[in-house]
């Protein structure tokens, strides 16, 4: 499986930007789907966004749509989200996820992805 490491995580002002990065160990990252998710203190870990493994399709949830980019650069073996417009309620730890089956389309499961990084806070003020 893929090794994942996130980072550009923060802290951030209600309405300001962050971009988190998400570095693969290797070269058979471009087979896999790529999600994020993210999970608020007392709650469930929830979906994100995710894009194909060609980078041709992304789906965001409701909750980010608009607001979010995901993109990713299979010859430098990382995917980004792009977060514009944060608000207080985005806070949480952000993970990077790659799908379990390579040349899989992208999901919004958290079950059909397999390798976890270990997650990077993100914090809103208001």
């Known amino acids: 499986q893929v090794q994942l490491v996130e980072s550009g995580g923060g802290l951030v002002q209600a309405g300001g930007s962050l971009k988190l990065s998400c570095a693969a160990s290797d070269g058979t990252f471009r087979r896999y789907s790529m999600g994020w998710f993210r999970q608020a203190p007392g709650k469930e870990r929830e979906f994100v966004g995710a894009?194909?493994?060609?980078?041709?399709?992304?789906y965001y949830a409701d909750s980010v749509q608009g607001r979010f980019t995901i993109s990713r650069d299979n010859a430098k073996n990382m995917v980004f989200l792009q977060m514009n417009s944060l608000k207080p309620e985005d806070t949480a730890v952000y993970y990077c996820a790659a799908a379990r089956v390579p040349f899989a389309r992208a999901t919004t499961r958290e079950d059909d992805f397999g390798s976890w990084g270990q997650g990077t806070q993100v914090t809103v003020s208001s």
């Open positions: 894009i194909h493994w060609t980078g041709d399709n992304t």
